[in-house]
């Protein structure tokens, strides 16, 4: 349960601090009123104020995933629409959240607002549940009366990220799956299988084919030194997984996604279509041009795209035409500029951008469909190229010891 910093006053009038743990606000007036005091004002206690056990939990519990955000994007739409108080809605989809995290977020953003908060200020205290494009889109929702409709934006951008990631990690798959088979090939002929064939070859006391020799030191180093070799590999994992935590690391990951072959024409698609649909839905919730190029390019999820779609914003500032300012990126193509450019004479930017990211999903999905095409035979010749070697190296010497026993 959440721990809540209280105030709360006795019969006296005497003020009275401290924390308690309760699964939410009215929960936690009871346990003070059973106490003979009255609750003045709660607050869900910060990360320091929890305790390392409290934060452990938090960190390491169940995390907000991207479908609890789109069930509370299309409930939000749906009780906007029938007119349900923001409070009453939080508070109605508090009480039937299935997961315990998502229920713990429901009642900070309820608490919030009960201190006096608008939505968009409490959902900016969650950063790592909320991002920019999200609390922008409210923001603007809270400023207009167009709450149902940017609620409904908000379900529609996430659920085209939903198919749009799900999409590459589908292409994924299928090679990842083949490399770990392969791997666990390799260290299954390293421990069972080449050792066997090397206490052979080694009464034979002869000279044995370079390849052979490779395979046996390989095999004996695998062997005898295992836990250093999984030390090393445990430590370069470390220091990937901390590398990319840093923004030079994403910078040099999100660059070689970009140039590795077949792979990075479908990452730059699919960040594209993030950044398009984002974009036209922020510029047909109200959103201007240059605010809605700042909270979109967020949403591309490479960090070297963002920066050069980031240069439109400046272009944009100096006054110059959203399609010259694409041009100058060198990120899209002509049909696309062409597009942009129609969407700006005709005043419908925000729908033809919704076109665009229509475009690029399907181009997503065809290449998708090529990138397996493409890859399959790629990973059978490398899988041949490591069965052949291995063959080699097991079966030359005993070719060689037959070839012997025949002249002689």
């Known amino acids: 349960m959440p721990l ?15 924390k308690l743990e309760a699964a939410n606000a009215g929960q936690l007036a009871d346990a003070l009123a059973a106490q003979g005091t009255m609750l003045v004002r709660a607050d869900l206690a910060t990360a320091d104020e929890e305790g390392v056990g409290a934060l ?45 995290s998502f229920a713990e977020l429901l009642e900070r953003l309820r608490l919030q607002l009960e201190s006096g908060r608008n939505l968009s200020g409490a959902m900016q205290r969650e950063p790592e549940v909320f991002s920019r494009y999200m609390v922008s889109m409210v923001r603007v929702g809270e400023a207009t009366g167009r709450m149902t409709e940017v609620f409904m ?48 070859y080694k009464g034979l006391h002869t000279e044995l084919p370079l390849i052979t020799q490779i395979l046996i030191v390989f095999s004996d180093f695998f062997v005898n030194y295992w836990g250093a070799l999984a030390a ?48 036209g839905l922020a510029l047909e919730a109200g959103i201007t041009v240059v605010d809605a190029l700042q909270v979109a390019v967020e949403t591309t999820g490479n960090m070297i795209l963002s920066e050069r779609i980031g240069q439109m914003k400046a272009s944009a500032e100096r006054g110059e035409t959203l399609a010259r300012a694409a041009r100058a ?57 490591m069965v052949l070697v291995v063959a080699l190296g097991v079966f030359l010497p005993m070719w060689d010891l037959s070839r012997a026993v025949i002249h002689h």
Not at 85 to 100: N, V
Not at 169 to 175: E, G, I
Not at 238 to 262: K, M, N, S
């Open 329 to 385: 990126t060198g990120v899209f193509t002509p049909t696309i500029l062409q597009m942009i450019a129609v969407g700006e004479e005709t005043g419908a930017l925000g729908e033809m951008m919704n076109e665009v990211a229509d475009y690029y999903q399907k181009e997503v999905e065809y290449a998708v469909k090529g990138l397996a095409a493409q890859i399959e035979p790629i990973m059978i010749v490398l899988m041949g190229c």
């Open 153 to 200: 934006g908000l379900y529609a951008q996430l659920s085209f990220e939903r198919e749009n990631r799900e999409q590459v990690r589908s292409a994924l798959r299928y090679p990842i799956f083949v490399l770990c088979a392969a791997a666990a090939a390799l260290v299954a002929l390293n421990i069972f299988v080449i050792p066997a064939f090397a206490k052979v």
């Open 56 to 100: 452990l939990g938090r960190r390491f519990g169940a995390r907000i995933a991207l479908d609890d955000l789109l069930m509370f994007c299309r409930q939000m739409a749906t009780l906007m629409k029938a007119g349900v108080p923001l409070l009453r809605s939080l508070q109605g989809l508090y009480e039937s959240a299935a997961k315990a």
């Open 4 to 18: 809540f910093s209280y105030v709360a006053r006795d019969a006296r009038g005497t003020k009275i601090e401290g």
């Open 232 to 279: 090393l590999v445990l430590g370069v994992a470390g220091g990937l997984g901390w590398a990319l935590r840093t923004d030079a690391g994403r910078r040099i990951r999100d660059q070689f996604l970009l140039e590795v072959p077949i792979i990075g024409p479908l990452v730059r698609k699919a960040a594209l279509a993030r950044f398009t649909k984002s974009f």
